[in-house]
């Protein structure tokens, strides 16, 4: 694929993950602990409207994030002419995003404990989103993978959309076993 006009440079920011996707090795996992630093950092701000408004902004900001990623990284892939290069992690973004649907409510309220006594017991909360999301972005279960045949930033987003929203019944599933886990440590 011939390479095209220059991207603007919010699409080279959005696409790389804020840079994130530039650091190696393994550049989808250093991608996707970017994601949950911002998350982490964003997520509080999204609870604070009445409930209703909050699960709409729980619902809006992955969705935005998932629409952002595919039009930066369309960008950025007709620059370069690469299919679906590696430094472009606003796919793990999207993603992870998504996989944290299940556990929104107790990052966004619970995490300033993480940093006081016994707020290592929330961990289940990041590590195993984090985990879910990392295994099934590298697997790529049926049809994740099928999905990475469309065409420039639709290609390189979907399957990770897609990882995403299989990771969220999963997380529904492993969050509560590991807590309980944890209570007896």
Do not use: N
Request: aromatic fraction near 12%.
């Amino acid at each position: 694929m011939p390479a095209g006009a220059p991207a603007p440079r919010w699409a080279w920011w959005v696409a790389t993950g804020l840079g994130s996707g530039r650091l190696r090795p393994a550049p989808g996992t250093w991608g996707t602990v970017a994601s949950v630093v911002a998350w982490c950092l964003f997520s509080p701000f999204l609870a604070m409207p009445p409930a209703w408004a909050a699960e709409l902004l729980f619902l809006a900001v992955p969705l935005a994030m998932s629409w952002l990623a595919v039009v930066a990284s369309d960008r950025v892939v007709a620059e370069t002419g690469e299919k679906d290069p590696g430094y472009i992690v606003a796919d793990e973004w999207a993603g992870m995003w998504i996989t944290f649907w299940p556990v929104r409510w107790e990052l966004a309220h619970d995490l300033p404990r993480l940093f006081q006594g016994g707020g290592w017991r929330l961990l289940p909360f990041l590590v195993v989103p984090f985990l879910v999301f990392r295994l099934l972005d590298i697997w790529k279960p049926w049809p994740i993978r099928q999905i990475q045949v469309l065409p420039a930033g639709s290609g390189v987003v979907a399957d990770d959309v897609v990882a995403g929203l299989y990771g969220i019944p999963v997380v529904a599933l492993l969050v509560p076993p590991a807590l309980k886990l944890l209570a007896h440590l």
